[in-house]
C-alpha cells in the first residue's frame, strides 16, 4: 500500500515536473490595435510580460480591422487552434463562452481581488456562469461632448448642462457662422451620439429600461418619441456633407474650428492628444448634457481561451498583467480610455482623464454605470445593429416621424429577439 | 459455357495489342489526372460549400453553425422584409439596388465598350497608347476605385468643391450623400472600372471579324450604320454573352465598392445583396438569414445565367 502510494506521488511529482518543464513560454494574442496609439499602448503589455519571461507572439490577422480579426477567430475556434487570447467585445465573449471554448481564470480572479475592483456592469460580460473568462483592457465611455475652446470662447458659450442649453449653444455658434455639430453620417456614430440623447431626455432609470432591459413598453414610450424628436433637433445642426464621414474626420473639424462640438466615445482624445492639443486649453470635454453622473460604457476585453495545460501558466502571466495597477494606468493613458478597476491612481491621467475615472467610480457605486447599444454592450449583436439600422435611416430620412420610428424600433428589436 | 468462350475471345484482341499500351493510355489519361487536383477542390471548395450554405439556412446557426434544421424561419423572414417598402427593409433596399445597379451596370458597360471598341477600330493613330489607358483601370481593386471616387465625388472635396472654386458655384451633385441616388454612384464606379476591359473583348472579337464581309457589304452598297447594325454586331453575338456573363458576376459580387464607395450609404441605402449576406452572417450573428440571403443571389444568378446560356449554346452545333 504504502509502497503503490510512493509510485503514485513520484509518478505525480514526475509529470507536475514535466509539465512544468514543458511550459510554452509564450503568449498567443489576437487583436487589431494596430494603428500608432493603440500599438504603443500594446506595447507596455508586451514588456511587462518579457520580464517574465513570455514571448509575446501576435496571431496575423488579414485585412486588419475587428471585423477580419472576428472571422479570424471563429475560424482559428472551429478548427480548435485557440489563441491564448483575443481582443474581444461585449456579447462576444458571451457567445463564445456559451460554446464552452473560454478557460477559467476565476483562481487568478479570486487572488488578485478583480471581483472587488472591476466595476459589476463590466463582470457582466467578463464572468460567465460564476467563472472569469475575460480580462477587462480599459472602459470607454461614449457620454461626452468634445469642445473647440477657441471657438467656444469666441461665441461666448458656457458648459450646457441641460439639453435646451445645448441647443442654445449650438445656436451661438450656428450665428457665429461655424458648423455646430460635428458628425460623421454612419450608422454607429449616429447611435452612438443617440445613446446619450436617451439617457439625457429620459434620465438613467429610462435608459436601462428601454436599451438594456429592452423593456417593450419603455421603447414605445412617450419619452423614447421625445428622445427621436431631440434626435431630429441635433441633426438640424450638422453640415450638409455629413453623411458617410468618418468619425475621426469628425473629429478633425472640431480640432481645426471648423465646427464647435462633436459627441463621441472618449477615444476621440487620441485624436486630439495626436494633434499636440491639450484639455483645458485647447479642447473641452464636458459630459452629454443631462447625463453628469452616468456612464455609457463599452470596453475592450481580452477573452481567454481554454487552452492546453501546458499554456495556461503563460495565460495567467497575461491575464495578470493586464489587470495590473501599473499596465491599467500606463496603457489607458495612451489610449485615452479610463482603467477597467476602480483602485488605479489617476495621478498620470490628464483632465478629461481623471474627471472620466471619478465619474466611473460614482456611476459604479450609484448604479448609473449602462452598457451602450450602440457599442454593443447594451444587447446582443443582432438587436444592437437593427438598433443602430433605425437610428440612422430616422437621421437620413428613410423614417420620416418620431412615431414610425418608435414603431420601426420595437418591430426590428422583436425580430432580432 | 459459351459465354466464358465469346469473353475468351474478346479478350485476345487486346492481349494481342503491344506492349507500349501502357504508355498511351497513360498518355490518355494525363489529362484527367493532371486535372483531377483542381476538379476536386471546385467540387469541394464551390459545389460542397454551396450545398454547406443552403443546409445552413435551414438551420438556426447564429455565432456559429448549427446542424439542427429547424426549417426554413429565415426565408420566411427574408419574405416579409422584401414587403417592408415603407421604411425600406435593409432586404428590400438591397435587392432593389441590385436591380437597378445589376441593369444600368450590365447595360451601361456594354454599350460603352462596344462603343469605343468601335471607335478604336478605325485603324486611329495611337491605338496602342489609347487601348492600355482605357483597360488599367480594370487593374485597379475595388477597393481603390471605390475610395477614389468617394473623394472625387464628395462635395466637399471633389468635383464639386473644385468647380466651385473655379467660378461655378451653383454646380450641385451630391448624389453620394443622398439615399435616393446614391446607388447611381456605385454604377458610376462600377462602369468606370468595367467598361475598358469590355472594350478589349469587343475589340478582339472586331478583329477577328473576316475583313472580305466587310468588304462585300460595302460592294453592296451598305452604309457604315447598316455595315454595323446588320453585319457586325450580329457577328459580335459570342463576344456579347462572355462580355455578359463576366459582367453579371462582377455585379452580383460587388460588395467591396459599395463598402469603399458609400460605407454602406446614408442609412444603409447603398446596400447589395452581397452586402447583406455579410452584415448578417458575421457581424449580426445571424447565420441562418445570411445563408438564405445568399441562397437566394445563387438562385437569381442562376436564373439570369441558365436560359440565357441554354438558348446561346443550343445553336452552335448546326
Known amino acids: 500500500m504504502l509502497r503503490k502510494l510512493l509510485i503514485g506521488t513520484a509518478l505525480a511529482s514526475g509529470l507536475a515536473f514535466a509539465a512544468h518543464a514543458e511550459d510554452v513560454k509564450e503568449v498567443q494574442m489576437l487583436h487589431w490595435w494596430t494603428s500608432g496609439g493603440e500599438a504603443a499602448a500594446l506595447n507596455v503589455l508586451k514588456q511587462d510580460l518579457a520580464k517574465e519571461g513570455y514571448a509575446w507572439k501576435d496571431v496575423p490577422v488579414a485585412g486588419g480591422g475587428g471585423d ?16 491564448t487570447a483575443s481582443q474581444m467585445l461585449g456579447y462576444t465573449v458571451l457567445d463564445y463562452a456559451a460554446a464552452g471554448v473560454m478557460g477559467d481564470l476565476t483562481e487568478t480572479a479570486k487572488k488578485e481581488g478583480w471581483d472587488k475592483s472591476v466595476p ?27 469642445i473647440n475652446k477657441a471657438v467656444m470662447d469666441k461665441i461666448g458659450g458656457t458648459e450646457p448642462k441641460t439639453f435646451d442649453d445645448f441647443i442654445a449653444l449650438l445656436d451661438k455658434a450656428k450665428a457665429a457662422g461655424v458648423t455646430p455639430l460635428a458628425l460623421g453620417g454612419q450608422n454607429w456614430q449616429e447611435a452612438t451620439m443617440f445613446d446619450s440623447v436617451v439617457l439625457s431626455t429620459g434620465g ?31 441633426v438640424t445642426y450638422v453640415d450638409p456633407n455629413f453623411s458617410g464621414r468618418d468619425w475621426n474626420l469628425a473629429t478633425a473639424m472640431v480640432i481645426k474650428g471648423d465646427a464647435l462640438v462633436q459627441v463621441m466615445g472618449d477615444w476621440a482624445k487620441g485624436e486630439f492628444h495626436a494633434a499636440n492639443k491639450t484639455p483645458g486649453t485647447d479642447f473641452l470635454c464636458y459630459r452629454f448634457p443631462g447625463t453628469d453622473g452616468s456612464v455609457i460604457y463599452n470596453s475592450d476585453m481580452f477573452g481567454m481561451f481554454n ?37 488605479v491612481p489617476d495621478t498620470d491621467f490628464d483632465a478629461c482623464g481623471k474627471k472620466g475615472i471619478a465619474d466611473l467610480k460614482k456611476a459604479n457605486e450609484g448604479g448609473t454605470l449602462f452598457g451602450s447599444l450602440a457599442q454593443g454592450y447594451g444587447a446582443p449583436p443582432a438587436v444592437a445593429n437593427a438598433y443602430k439600422d433605425v437610428v440612422s435611416k430616422f437621421v437620413h430620412g428613410q423614417i420620416k416621424t418620431s412615431d414610425e420610428a418608435v414603431t420601426e424600433l420595437v418591430k426590428a428589436i422583436d425580430d432580432a429577439k | 459455357m459459351s459465354t466464358v468462350a465469346t469473353s475468351q475471345i474478346k479478350l485476345t484482341p487486346e492481349e494481342a495489342r503491344p506492349r507500349a499500351s501502357v504508355r498511351s493510355r497513360l498518355q490518355d489519361a494525363l489529362p484527367k489526372i493532371v486535372l483531377a487536383p483542381s476538379f476536386a477542390i471546385t467540387i469541394v471548395f464551390v459545389y460542397g460549400f454551396i450545398l454547406w450554405t443552403i443546409y445552413l439556412s435551414f438551420t438556426n446557426s447564429k455565432t456559429f ?31 432593389t439596388n441590385m436591380g437597378i445597379f445589376g441593369f444600368l451596370y450590365i447595360a451601361i458597360c456594354l454599350a460603352l465598350g462596344l462603343f469605343l471598341a468601335i471607335l478604336l477600330d478605325q485603324k486611329i493613330r495611337g491605338e496602342g497608347v489609347l487601348r492600355p489607358i482605357y483597360l488599367y483601370p480594370m487593374a485597379l481593386s475595388f477597393i481603390v476605385t471605390g475610395v477614389a471616387w468617394k473623394w ?23 448624389w453620394i450623400k443622398n439615399k435616393d441616388f446614391v446607388i447611381y454612384t456605385v454604377v458610376i464606379a462600377g462602369v468606370w472600372q468595367a467598361s475598358g476591359f469590355i472594350m478589349a473583348m469587343f475589340l478582339a472579337g472586331l478583329r477577328g471579324i473576316d475583313g472580305e464581309i466587310m468588304k462585300a457589304a460595302q460592294i453592296d452598297g451598305a452604309t457604315t450604320f447598316q455595315l454595323y447594325r446588320r453585319i457586325v454586331i450580329p457577328l459580335l453575338r459570342p463576344i456579347f454573352l462572355s462580355a455578359f456573363i463576366v459582367l453579371a458576376h462582377l455585379a452580383i459580387k460587388s460588395y467591396d465598392l459599395v463598402v469603399a464607395l458609400t460605407s454602406g450609404g446614408p442609412g444603409g441605402s447603398a446596400w447589395l445583396p452581397s452586402n447583406f449576406m455579410y452584415e448578417y452572417t458575421f457581424k449580426r450573428n445571424e447565420m441562418a438569414v445570411g445563408s438564405a440571403s445568399a441562397v437566394i443571389m445563387l438562385m437569381t444568378i442562376v436564373a439570369i445565367i441558365v436560359p440565357y446560356l441554354y ?8
Open chain 1, 68 to 83: 477580419a480579426a472576428m472571422t479570424a477567430l471563429k475560424a482559428m475556434v472551429a478548427a480548435g487552434n485557440y489563441p
Open chain 2, 65 to 95: 453553425p448549427s446542424y439542427a434544421i429547424t426549417g426554413g424561419r429565415a426565408y420566411q423572414r427574408l419574405w416579409n422584409w422584401t414587403f417592408d417598402t415603407d421604411p425600406p427593409s435593409s432586404w428590400y433596399t438591397s435587392i
Open chain 1, 120 to 146: 459589476a456592469a463590466l463582470q457582466k460580460f467578463s464572468v460567465y456562469d460564476g467563472k472569469w473568462v475575460a480580462a477587462p483592457v480599459n472602459v470607454h465611455s461614449v457620454n461626452w461632448l468634445w
Open chain 1, 307 to 343: 487552452v492546453p495545460d501546458d499554456r495556461k501558466a503563460a495565460q495567467v502571466a497575461l491575464a495578470t498583467a493586464t489587470l495590473s495597477k501599473s499596465f491599467q494606468s500606463a496603457f489607458n493613458v495612451v489610449k485615452g480610455s479610463v482603467p477597467a478597476r476602480t483602485d
Open chain 1, 204 to 234: 438613467p432609470e429610462f435608459y436601462k429600461k428601454a436599451m438594456n432591459d429592452l423593456d417593450d413598453a419603455s421603447l414605445k414610450s412617450d419619452t423614447m418619441k421625445k428622445s427621436f424628436d431631440n434626435l431630429a433637433k441635433l
Open chain 2, 311 to 318: 438558348s446561346e449554346l443550343r445553336e452552335k452545333p448546326r
Open chain 2, 152 to 174: 472625387f465625388l464628395d462635395p466637399g472635396l471633389g468635383l464639386e468643391q473644385t468647380l466651385h472654386q473655379w467660378g461655378w458655384t451653383s454646380f450641385h451633385f451630391d
